[in-house]
């Protein structure tokens, strides 16, 4: 990072504090494609739209680094498996000097609507084991952002777990492929504007998706 800061002037790549992107998944073929890992998804069709190659290994994560304008970004998968996410996003967020208000989590959520998704400054795990895991390495402190993307809730009787480790079906699929592309534009302004701005506007608009998609069938 330091050689790529050097390049495009330190003075203004100091002035524009870094980003730390963490998408959350579980690695192997196998998970390719599941609800449980969209935010391994929304990390490679971001680092795919801005042209950061996903090419290195770094604290046990599928790690990748670049600028979007004059904003440095680090983008992480960790490869610790879900529950132990936070394993790869503590020592990523301590070895860059992060606050953790720069520092925005992706993750499934089956509290919203499959393709629904939502900009948070900060909360709670929701019951979701890789957010206990960056919580508790991040020493207890929740005030980090994250990136909600909707995967729907499990239909009748079904296990959460099987359903989260299912893949979508081609009516969820077209959907998810739609949010990632609004998440990518969510990313963009949110480097250019800040958060607090882009997650007014963009859940503003989310709302309304919310409320068209929430009684649809996938």
């Given amino acids: 990072m330091f050689n790529k800061l050097s390049k495009r002037g330190f003075c203004t790549a100091i002035s524009s ?4 992107f963490v ?7 196998k998970f390719r494609g599941t609800r449980h890992n969209v935010g391994f998804e929304m990390i490679d069709v971001f680092a795919e739209s801005v042209g950061i190659p996903m090419n290195r290994i770094h604290c046990k994560a599928v790690f990748g680094e670049g600028f979007v304008g004059d904003i440095p970004v680090f ?20 070895y860059y000097k992060l606050p953790l208000n720069r520092v925005l989590v992706f993750h499934d959520d089956m509290n919203l609507p499959c393709g629904v998704l939502r900009l948070r400054h900060n909360g709670g795990n929701d019951s979701h084991n890789g957010l206990k895991s960056v919580i508790y390495h991040f020493r207890g402190n929740r005030e980090f952002a994250r990136l909600r993307i909707g995967i729907g809730r499990p239909p009748g009787q079904m296990d959460p777990k099987a359903f989260l480790l299912q893949k979508f079906n ?9 949010a990632l592309q609004e998440g990518v534009g969510a990313l963009k302004l949110l480097l250019s504007l800040g958060l607090s701005e882009t997650a007014r506007r963009f859940n503003h608009e989310q709302k ?8 649809m069938p996938t």
Avoid: C, F
Avoid at 17 to 20: K, N
Avoid at 23 to 29: F, I, S
Avoid at 170 to 178: F, G, L
């Fill in 208 to 215: 309304y998706k919310h409320i068209r998609l929430q009684t």
């Fill in 23 to 29: 998408g959350l998944g579980n690695p192997g073929e």
């Fill in 170 to 178: 081609n009516t969820a699929q077209e959907r998810i492929d739609t």
């Fill in 75 to 94: 983008l992480a998968k960790p490869q610790t498996y879900m529950n132990l996410s936070g394993e790869s996003a503590g020592p990523l967020a301590a």
């Fill in 17 to 20: 504090r870094p980003w730390l």
